[in-house]
């Protein structure tokens, strides 16, 4: 084996580099969101989003780890490729699909505000969920004076005088 050139070398450094930018942009989710793990971190994602949403992970090794998984709790940061956020809508055949974002594909942002720049990536993904997650709700949750079945579920009348717009409470 010849000896490394510094050009190899040096690319070497900025992989050890990035790998490190991403690991540390993963973690900065965990903490912000009081979780030791992400085990924590999905059980807080269900427990305070308004549609119960759930995690997804995505490995370097390309296997995907989902919510429930006992894996969860052991996987670490640096093991992370991708985290997934989705959503499964109560009492409908419907769910919304994970969407994932990568923290490689922020590194070319300012360095300082890695974190940042991810964990409000992150925030905007769960906001995204939730926000599909009431349409399908409101297309689907009227109650019976609402209006007709339109063969998926019974939108929501908000003009109904018997839930005032408020559909069916589960
Ligand atoms: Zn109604």
Redesign the pocket.
């Known amino acids: 084996m010849s000896p490394m050139t510094w050009e190899e070398y040096s690319r070497g450094q900025d992989a050890v580099a990035e790998g490190e930018a991403m690991a540390e942009m993963i973690q900065a989710v965990l903490d912000d969101h009081d979780a030791e793990n992400f085990a924590r971190l999905d059980r807080n994602l269900y427990k305070y989003t308004d549609c119960g949403a759930s995690l997804g992970l995505e490995l370097w090794s390309d296997e995907m780890v989902w919510s429930g998984d006992p894996r969860m709790a052991e996987i670490k940061p640096g093991d992370v490729k991708g985290i997934g956020v989705g959503s499964i809508v109560e009492g409908v055949d419907a769910e919304v699909e994970h969407e994932f974002i990568y923290p490689d594909r922020f590194l070319d942002g300012d360095e300082e505000d890695l974190k940042h720049i991810f964990l409000a990536a992150y925030d905007a993904l769960v906001e995204r969920v939730e926000e599909a997650a009431r349409d399908i709700w409101n297309q689907t949750h009227?109650?019976?004076?609402?209006?007709p079945d339109d063969g998926w579920g019974r939108p929501?009348?908000p003009e109904?005088?018997?839930?005032?717009?408020?559909?069916?409470i589960l």
């Open positions: 009227g109650c019976d004076d609402c209006g929501i009348n109904c005088k018997t839930c005032h717009g408020e559909g069916t």
